[in-house]
């Protein structure tokens, strides 16, 4: 299992697999990663021809393989994100399998659960062995802070420590909050 640092600073680099396998709690955490990945994968004037997110749930197995195998048109790559993948039926997720293990080289693929677990051994294992499962596990209350210097630092700010201890205690750990509350704070401070 691939650990979200060195999923975030490999998709920095440029590096792009084939394969991904998001699930967890945190889904700030994964849409940041799923959000990465799409400005790496895919060029924006591409990406309505080479760019698709399916939602499982109304799905099939076969359905995602065939978009998953498609070719890129006038770009090399091609992006395919199943979100919730935990709703395909036994029979759908075995449909994917194959693909999994001889994934298209022209795709990048990634599957997401937002449940904590996802312990399908037939599609963890041909994922791991080609590409990168991460579980991006709920932030703690104490890197709450940490978290929040390091959102300033990227952004080439910084925050004093109180004020970050006072934005926890206020917005408590949740990232989207305290991303936006942050996110207005920086247009503020800019003007």
């Given at each position: 299992?691939?650990?979200?640092?060195?999923?975030?600073?490999?998709?920095?680099?440029?590096?792009?697999?084939?394969?991904?396998?998001?699930?967890?709690?945190?889904?700030?955490?994964?849409?940041?990663?799923?959000?990465?990945?799409?400005?790496?994968?895919?060029?924006?004037?591409?990406?309505?021809?080479?760019?698709n997110?399916?939602?499982?749930?109304?799905?099939?197995?076969n359905?995602?393989?065939?978009?998953?195998?498609?070719?890129?048109?006038?770009?090399?790559r091609?992006?395919?994100i199943?979100?919730?993948?935990e709703a395909?039926?036994?029979?759908?997720?075995?449909?994917?399998?194959?693909?999994?293990?001889?994934?298209?080289?022209?795709?990048?693929?990634?599957m997401?659960?937002?449940?904590?677990?996802?312990?399908?051994?037939?599609?963890?294992?041909?994922?791991?062995?080609?590409?990168?499962?991460?579980?991006?596990?709920?932030?703690?209350d104490?890197?709450?802070?940490?978290?929040?210097?390091?959102?300033?630092?990227?952004?080439?700010?910084?925050?004093?420590?109180?004020?970050?201890?006072?934005?926890?205690q206020?917005?408590?750990?949740?990232?989207?909050?305290?991303?936006?509350?942050?996110?207005?704070?920086?247009?503020?401070?800019?003007?």
């Amino acid at each position: 299992m691939t650990k979200y640092e060195d999923l975030i600073k490999s998709l920095k680099q440029g590096k792009l697999l084939l394969l991904y396998l998001f699930f967890g709690e945190e889904e700030f955490l994964i849409q940041e990663a799923v959000d990465l990945i799409i400005s790496k994968a895919v060029d924006p004037g591409a990406r309505d021809f080479n760019f698709n997110t399916v939602y499982c749930k109304g799905s099939s197995g076969n359905e995602i393989v065939n978009l998953a195998q498609t070719f890129p048109f006038m770009s090399e790559r091609r992006l395919v994100i199943a979100k919730e993948i935990e709703a395909l039926k036994a029979a759908d997720l075995e449909e994917l399998v194959p693909y999994l293990k001889a994934p298209s080289p022209t795709t990048c693929r990634v599957m997401i659960s937002n449940q904590p677990r996802f312990d399908k051994k037939s599609i963890t294992a041909p994922v791991e062995a080609r590409g990168a499962v991460v579980r991006f596990y709920s932030i703690l209350d104490r890197d709450v802070n940490g978290w929040i210097d390091n959102w300033a630092r990227q952004r080439g700010l910084s925050i004093q420590r109180d004020a970050a201890q006072y934005v926890w205690q206020i917005l408590g750990s949740d990232l989207q909050a305290i991303t936006n509350e942050l996110q207005k704070a920086t247009i503020y401070i800019k003007d």
